[in-house]
């Protein structure tokens, strides 16, 4: 079945500093993926998203490209802000149908 | 964007006892809904998906007698544990898909912290 591996944390960074989140997946077709991003106390919420091989996904700053070779879906991002602090889940989508399958989500913490 | 509600966001109750959780769709209509449960520091599991009007459909190792699920408006769903026991405390979420919005797209609500005692 589908699934979503993503690196393990807590993670914890200075302000400014460069933030990758890896994220791989496995599915039998050609699945759309999102990163989402739940703030403390809030509902997850969508950060960006990739429906097929080499798109880009960006926002906030963020972004993560669609690399089937590789079946990888890295969340990067330049310079993170205090902000940033949240809970970060790697997600996909099979073509048909509406069901997300969700990686186990990797906490940020960023310093000022 | 579309708001998702749930509540309650806390509910502690005795073993036993059974304990509904409402989710609501506020600004849009939801013909879909999901209910999920994460276990801390885990991933989301999603446990049915609910469509209005009709039976919700259970992940498999999901008991659907233990974890009803009624969708009975589109701005609706609610998810009831019954006799719920220790094992049954957890997070539970549940997302909204707006139709308007196209299949990629779900809302999700703040999520309902159960603990049973």
């Known amino acids: 079945g589908d699934s979503v591996t993503q690196m393990e944390g807590p993670v914890t960074l200075s302000e400014e500093a460069f933030l990758t989140i890896n994220c791989t997946y496995t599915?039998?077709?050609?699945?759309?993926l999102f990163w989402y991003v739940q703030y403390p106390g809030e509902g997850l919420q969508l950060l960006l998203k990739?429906?097929?091989?080499?798109d880009k996904g960006s926002n906030k700053g963020f972004e993560a490209t669609y690399r089937k070779e590789t079946t990888s879906f890295h969340l990067e991002k330049g310079s993170v802000q205090v902000s940033d602090s949240a809970v970060y889940f790697c997600?996909?989508?099979?073509?048909?149908?509406?069901?997300?399958?969700f990686g186990e989500g990797t906490q940020l913490t960023v310093n000022p | 964007g579309a708001v998702v509600s749930q509540h309650p966001s806390w509910v502690i109750c005795k073993s036993g006892t059974s304990v509904k959780i409402e989710c609501r769709s506020l600004?849009?209509?939801?013909?879909?809904m999901f209910w999920y449960r994460q276990f801390p520091k885990q991933s989301l599991m999603l446990m049915a998906t609910?469509?209005?009007?009709?039976?919700?459909?259970?992940e498999q190792g999901v008991e659907k007698d233990k974890f009803l699920i009624n969708h009975a408006s589109l701005t609706l769903s609610t998810l009831t544990v019954t006799s719920a026991h220790p094992e049954d405390s957890s997070f539970y979420i549940c997302?909204?898909?707006?139709?308007?919005?196209?299949?990629?797209?779900?809302?999700f609500g703040p999520g309902t912290r159960l603990l049973v005692l």
């Open positions: 997302s909204a898909r707006d139709p308007g919005a196209g299949t990629e797209t779900q809302y």
């Open positions: 599915a039998t077709g050609y699945p759309s």
């Open positions: 990739a429906t097929k091989a080499d």
């Open positions: 997600a996909l989508k099979e073509t048909s149908g509406s069901r997300l399958t």
């Open positions: 600004d849009f209509q939801a013909t879909t």
């Open positions: 609910s469509n209005e009007g009709s039976k919700a459909t259970y």
